[in-house]
């Protein structure tokens, strides 16, 4: 909402803003393409300018907290404020970009690598299959026998950045 509001004066075009994200940021940049719940707009001020972003880009975020491996992890409900998934079951769904997405929701660029030990493979799986299911455009960019962070890579970060340079050509943005 902030660069929304604020795009004349940093000239930027309201119509082209995208996010991305790794990992933890991977879900927050899927939370923030995906939920329309006025719960989670916040009062951070640019109160009635939209939130609403024109694509999406997630590397090996979480997508569902509220699967058997989620619930287990420490992470998760320390992020959730201690609350355990039996205590708590809505906020963890809540937590989830998965049952967010609605058919008007932006084109997604996915990577994952099939070996992450910290986000399960199936995490961005069940993503690209939801998308699909929407007939929301994705491209899911499935790294076998990488890891977690795995763009840390000199290689795989070259094949990403050119993945993302050809998705925001052919996305709703109309980058040049």
């Not at 082209?16 to 790794?22: E, F, K, M």
């Not at 769904?93 to 099939?114: K, N, V």
Request: proline share 7%.
């Amino acid at each position: 909402r902030w660069l929304r509001a604020n795009a004349a004066k940093y000239q930027v075009d309201p119509n082209r803003i995208a996010v991305s994200g790794n990992s933890a940021g991977g879900h927050l940049a899927m939370m923030v393409g995906y939920s329309d719940d006025p719960s989670l707009e916040g009062s951070g001020g640019n109160a009635g300018v939209s939130s609403r972003v024109c694509a999406v880009v997630n590397f090996y975020g979480p997508t569902d907290l509220t699967t058997d491996y989620a619930r287990g992890q420490g992470i998760i409900s320390e992020f959730l404020g201690g609350k355990t998934f039996d205590e708590a079951p809505d906020l963890y769904r809540l937590a989830s970009p998965l049952f967010h997405l609605t058919r008007d929701d932006p084109p997604t660029l996915i990577f994952h690598g099939t070996i992450d030990g910290l986000v399960p493979i199936a995490q961005a799986d069940r993503l690209a299959d939801k998308l699909k299911e929407l007939g929301i455009r994705h491209i899911y960019e499935k790294y076998e026998g990488w890891p977690h962070a795995m763009d840390v890579a000199e290689p795989v970060n070259r094949r990403c950045l050119y993945q993302m340079d050809q998705f925001f050509r052919g996305s709703p943005l109309g980058l040049p």
